[in-house]
């Protein structure tokens, strides 16, 4: 009978070895405002995909590997049109922060629905201030801090830097019927709201 004893020892460091390396990688995470891209081996394995921190532009999620769930759920996405239009000049008027992960299934669905509104009411996606966090729903620069943000997606409309309202990780009845309510004025409550 062969002595087993160090393949145990050897399996034993290798396990050791991989755990340490999933240990907190957040402070490794470099700061800028450019596109960051940050993999965790969970992610190389089952996805491989980075995810996106920070302050971004649409393109990013245009872009591979993002490029497959946007162009599918932006394709997949039926307009209301007669709602789109009833909007439109509210949107042109408000300014707009969404807080989104590229690793999050509700963003991957919401965003690229958000982007096709937008586009049909012929708001400039760069007037959207986009923001990608992490799955503890923060980035580097901290531009989450004071904007109690919970889940994602979190579509933030403003006016005059008084926040109107959000949709948080899922419109209650449309994403369109649901910006109508709070451009409107109407009484909103989000998905987690109290």
């Known amino acids: 009978m062969k002595n087993r004893t160090p393949y145990a020892i050897l399996s034993l460091f290798l396990l050791t070895s991989i755990a340490s390396c999933k240990m907190n990688t957040k402070d490794e995470t470099p700061k800028t405002e450019e596109i960051t891209e940050v993999i965790t081996n969970d992610e190389l394995i089952e996805e491989d995909a980075a995810i996106l921190l ?23 996405h039926t307009l209301d049109t007669v709602t789109i239009g009833n909007i439109k000049g509210d949107l042109t008027t408000t300014d707009i922060t969404l807080f989104m992960g590229t690793w999050c299934e509700d963003s991957q669905r919401e965003t690229p629905a958000f982007y096709k509104i937008l586009d049909l009411a012929g708001i400039d996606a760069s007037s959207v201030k986009l923001i990608t966090v992490s799955e503890d729903k923060d980035t580097p620069e901290g531009l989450e ?50």
């Not at 920070?54 to 997949?76: H, I, M």
Request: zero cysteines; glycine letters at 6%; proline letters at 4%.
């Open 54 to 76: 920070g302050l971004q532009k649409r393109s990013a999620l245009e872009a591979s590997p993002y490029d497959t769930w946007f162009k599918d759920n932006y394709k997949e």
């Open 145 to 194: 801090e004071g904007l109690d943000i919970t889940n994602v997606p979190t579509i933030i409309l403003s006016k005059d830097g008084k926040e109107l309202g959000r949709i948080v990780e899922y419109p209650i009845e449309s994403l369109e019927k649901d910006l109508a309510k709070i451009l409107s004025g109407q009484e909103y409550k989000h998905a987690y709201a109290e």
